[in-house]
């Protein structure tokens, strides 16, 4: 797949879970459209996975594929927040990422556990 075709599926995929985190906390932020992979991009997966990290400004709810690799987010908010967030996402089905970190931008961040 060409550079422009992982980014152009990689939005449609991403678009979508940042409906469904602006469905569970009011406000969802793409985040990542494309992974490396073997030294060729290719489209963040389909796979929809919540999880919660903690950045320089609070806790961030977010959507990531089975790669870890993130692709909507919540604003920054406090951990109980960031909690209930996480919740209504499973509520709506969505599984707990169960990895230990997520890549966000050019970033690794460790899952934050309640």
Do not use: C, H, N
Not at 24 to 31: I, K, R, W, Y
Not at 64 to 91: N, P, R, Y
């Amino acid at each position: 797949m060409q550079y422009f075709e992982a980014v152009q599926e990689g939005k449609r995929r991403a678009s979508g879970s940042q409906m469904k985190m602006f469905q569970a906390a009011g406000f969802g932020m793409l985040t990542l459209t494309t992974k490396k992979t073997g030294g060729k991009f290719e489209p963040v997966g389909e796979e929809e996975l919540a999880a919660v990290i903690q950045s320089p400004d609070g806790y961030v709810a977010i959507i990531t594929d089975t790669d870890g690799f993130t692709k909507a987010q919540s604003k920054a908010v406090s951990k109980e927040e960031a909690m209930a967030i996480l919740g209504k996402l499973a509520e709506s089905g969505m599984d707990r990422y169960p990895g230990e970190e997520i890549q966000i931008w050019s970033e690794t961040r460790p899952i934050v556990r309640d």
